[in-house]
């Protein structure tokens, strides 16, 4: 095959591989695809690209022509100590005949196949170096041409607009996500303001008129009915204004975790009536900044279940410093449950659920007749 021929053929490459890189979206499909044409284009036996960290260390290594049988044998990755390193700290081509000959050349771990020659070019993208791209073992020659590095160098620019492209795409879709997620919140903000304003103040004034008509009846049986169904309809104003209060996770997002956990006491006491006392550590609370809302979550659903099922009269909420992490307690003086009688019902599924995700431990401790306490330890 004639010169001409193999630089049309390589012409033709990449323009399909600006194509096909082009149409990706996924970035992990883009870095795979990435090395596949460069073994295409350069003829290569082995092909990789690497992802760089911010402090310049590869964290990530995708391969072609490795098996993953063969990946497992040689043992971790490279993270660009030799050669690599040269090309992350120069950021420029780099294209070798011996790769053992070089001054740099720190050999290969065991079970590593044999490579000998070499190209690297840089990947651009947002004005930094995202990472490298690399071919060894030259098909068909000793070592790679200076075509074959332009080649090398085109496609890496192409890289760099597709790796551009897919981080815009995903930071998009993290966008959308974060918008159907604020919609959400504030549908349920709607919904939780109408059954304050609506329902429970016709509830009320229902209420009030049966108080009345319980005034003006004349027969004692009939006044305690209706004393009964006042009484009913107390209890349904509770349970809406804790099942509202269980509405509206997000109305503390905008705060610290040590404002917003006193905040959350404070509605609480004021729509269930339980005297609520909070005492929460600065300083932990800062260490769990990460986790924010989902610690406020946790706390949320464990109030819910005092303001529901406890009868308390009084509650606290501390956040420490403990034994194996930030501990966060919610207590309650209610009336307890026999050790094995609370199902998923109360809730406490869910809790175990969210502290496990967080990759902590939920203890619950209840005893009939004398409250409850819910005990999360976290790590800091």
């Known amino acids: ?43 290569a036996r082995f092909g990789a690209i690497s992802v760089l960290a911010p402090d310049g260390r590869i964290q990530e290594f995708i391969t072609q022509g490795i098996t993953v049988q063969e990946r497992a044998e040689i043992g971790d990755p490279p993270t660009g100590h030799g050669i690599l390193g040269l090309l992350i700290s120069e950021a420029r081509p780099l294209r070798l005949a011996e790769i053992a000959a070089h001054p740099l050349s720190v050999g290969f771990p065991p079970h590593h196949p044999p490579m000998r020659s070499l190209l690297g070019a840089p990947v651009v993208a947002r ?55 604020l919609e959400v919140l504030d549908e349920r903000e709607r919904i939780a ?5 609506g329902v429970i103040q016709s509830l009320f004034a229902v209420g009030m008129s049966l108080q009345g008509a319980a005034a003006l009846a004349q027969d004692a049986g009939i006044t305690m009915r209706i004393e009964g ?46 005297v609520t006392v ?25 109030l819910s279940n005092v303001g529901r099922h406890a009868e308390a009269t009084t509650c606290r909420v501390s956040l420490r410093r403990g034994v194996g992490g930030a501990v966060l307690v919610i207590d309650d003086d209610g009336r307890g449950f026999e050790e094995g009688t609370a199902g998923e019902g109360l809730g406490i599924g869910n809790l175990r659920d969210r502290v496990t995700s967080l990759g902590g431990s939920l203890d619950i401790l209840s005893t009939a007749g004398e409250g409850t306490t819910v005990r999360a330890v976290l790590p800091l």
Do not use: C, W
């Open 229 to 274: 169904a006042v009484e009913d309809i107390d209890g349904a104003i509770r349970d809406l204004r804790n099942y509202i209060f269980g509405l509206r996770p997000g109305i503390l997002a905008d705060r610290q975790l040590d404002q917003a956990l006193r905040e959350l006491g404070a509605e609480f006491e004021e729509r269930s009536g339980v």
């Open 127 to 181: 004005g930094k170096v995202f990472g490298n791209i690399y071919v060894t073992e030259k098909q068909g020659d000793d070592e790679f041409s200076v075509d074959d590095e332009r080649a090398l160098q085109v496609l890496a620019t192409q890289a760099g607009v597709a790796v551009e492209n897919a981080r815009l795409y995903e930071d998009m879709i993290h966008a959308q996500d974060e918008v159907r997620r």
């Open 1 to 43: 095959m004639s010169d001409h021929v193999r630089d049309r053929d390589r012409a033709e490459l990449l323009i399909e591989a600006g194509l096909a890189l082009a149409s990706e979206r996924s970035l992990e499909a883009v870095l795979q695809r990435i090395v596949e044409l460069a073994v295409d284009i350069t003829v």
């Open 193 to 197: 303001k109408e059954l304050h304003d």
């Open 278 to 302: 909070v005492d929460v550590d600065a300083t932990i609370a800062a260490q769990l900044s990460s986790i924010a809302s989902d610690v406020v979550q946790v706390t949320r659903e464990a």
